[in-house]
């Protein structure tokens, strides 16, 4: 390993990812639930509802299967090479596949996720604020969603001050406690409220078009459920590693836990959503279920503080790109005053998107399934065949190729369902509401 300079050194342990790299195993699991059990999931019994009982079940455990296998591969990825480790995912993708190439690949479509997390973020957390108002206080004078935004967004002109993944694990571990107990919520009032009167299992929509639509929109839904790849490395670089332990053993142990809290989670929602409300379930559950309001306003709050955890995984990295791209190609000083103000122009942006376009988890099925599938399905196969080379034909083979065949066709089918649904109901989107 080519030794760093020392001032290279002082930037590494400047910047966020690198710089703190004593975290136990049980942070990756808080990491891992917080960045992959999104508010996605309460989404998923409306996709079910789309995708019929059959495909349902299929897609998810499959998703569930796929994304579990990949998440093992990148893990694997993370120290193939003795004496380095790939902290970040353009690192891993320009040992791939060429330094100005990797790049090009990783990068954009890691910056679209991210970003696009954090802008949607905003948005649902500003959403179930004024949802845990109104149901709080339904005679009060109504507030525009916009404010709440901006009430939300000021949490994180504070938190987003938090120097690196460590320094965050304990809002981290409240996010993922919080993931659990809201899902729990969802399905068990669901249960409480019991099969409704006269429910129906089929299509909604009247036409074929439509049905088929629908299917590829809820496959674009799916997708952006199971979307945690892209902090995975990140995530992994603050585990302590050395020769004899090398940080895959507890990341791994970490993300088996993560793993099966998010089963915990996507499973019973899913299916108990869709099977006490049938296809006229609302793509919120929480809304399905309007009473008992105590409840609800509960299960909003949490999403509240849950979403507040994940906005700070997914905004993480991109600190990190933004700081490096500062201080080692602009020769920018790193210091506390750069970094103060970076973060809040990149916290002020992403607010002021989120509040121009209220109506942003529409565009994210179309964006969805650009970025989302490739990062989380095919990229991490594509990387594996082109480093380890495994042998045509043998087994690891087959599972890479069908996960690249599953991947592209999601990429492909999801965003034409995105696409219609926002031509639809580009009629009542207003911008500022």
């Given amino acids: ?39 996605g999931v309460l989404s998923l019994p409306y996709a079910m509802s789309e995708l019929g009982w059959g495909p349902g079940v299929t897609v998810l455990i499959l998703s ?16 193939m090479v003795p004496g380095r480790r790939f902290d970040r995912y353009h690192e891993l993708g320009q040992y791939a596949f060429g330094e100005k190439l990797g790049l090009y690949i990783v990068v954009p479509q890691q910056l679209i996720v991210e970003v696009g997390v954090c802008i949607v973020y905003m948005v649902t957390g500003g959403k179930s604020l004024k949802k845990f108002h109104d149901t709080v206080c339904s005679t009060c004078k109504d507030i525009k969603l916009t404010y709440f935004i901006m009430i939300f967004a000021s949490v994180h002109f504070v938190l987003s001050h938090l120097p690196n993944f460590n320094s965050i694990s304990g809002v981290s571990l409240a996010a993922a406690v919080m993931s659990l107990s809201y899902s729990t919520i969802a399905w068990g009032a669901s249960v409480d409220k019991g099969v409704q009167q006269n429910v129906q299992y089929g299509y909604k929509a009247k036409t074929t078009a439509g049905t088929v639509f629908n299917f590829f929109s809820a496959l674009g839904d799916v997708a952006f459920a199971y979307a945690g790849h892209n902090v995975v490395l990140e995530i992994q670089a603050t585990i302590p590693s050395t020769p004899e332990k090398p940080s895959k053993g507890p990341m791994w142990r970490g993300v088996i836990v993560a793993y099966i809290v998010v089963a915990l989670c996507y499973f019973p929602v899913a299916l108990v959503g869709y099977w006490m409300f049938g296809n006229s379930v609302q793509d919120n559950i929480l809304i399905s279920l309007e009473k008992p309001a105590w409840l609800i306003a509960m299960a909003n709050m949490f999403v509240v503080v849950h979403v507040i955890g994940s906005y700070q995984i997914y905004a993480m990295p991109v600190f990190d790109m933004m700081e490096t791209v500062l201080v080692k190609k602009l020769n920018f000083k790193p210091s506390t005053t750069l970094r103060f103000i970076v973060r809040n122009l990149y916290v002020a942006f992403t607010m002021f998107i989120g509040i121009t376009f209220p109506f942003f988890g529409g565009l994210l099925g179309f964006f969805g399934g650009f970025a989302f599938a490739p990062t989380t399905y095919f990229l991490p196969c594509i990387m594996w065949l082109a480093i380890y080379k495994p042998r045509k034909f043998s087994l690891s083979w087959w599972t890479n190729w069908i996960c690249i065949v599953f991947g592209l066709m999601l990429m492909i089918l999801s965003p034409i369902g995105g696409l219609r649904q926002i031509i639809l109901q580009a009629k009542d989107y207003e911008f500022y509401s």
């Avoid at 796929?66 to 694997?76: D, K, S």
């Fill in 64 to 79: 569930w299967i796929i994304t579990l296998y990949t998440l093992w591969q990148m893990v694997e990825m993370h120290e």
């Fill in 1 to 39: 390993m080519q030794e760093k300079s020392a001032k290279e050194k002082a930037i590494d342990e400047w910047l966020p990812i690198t710089s703190s790299r004593n975290a136990k195993w049980w942070y990756s699991a808080f990491h891992n639930v917080t960045a992959m059990v999104g508010a």
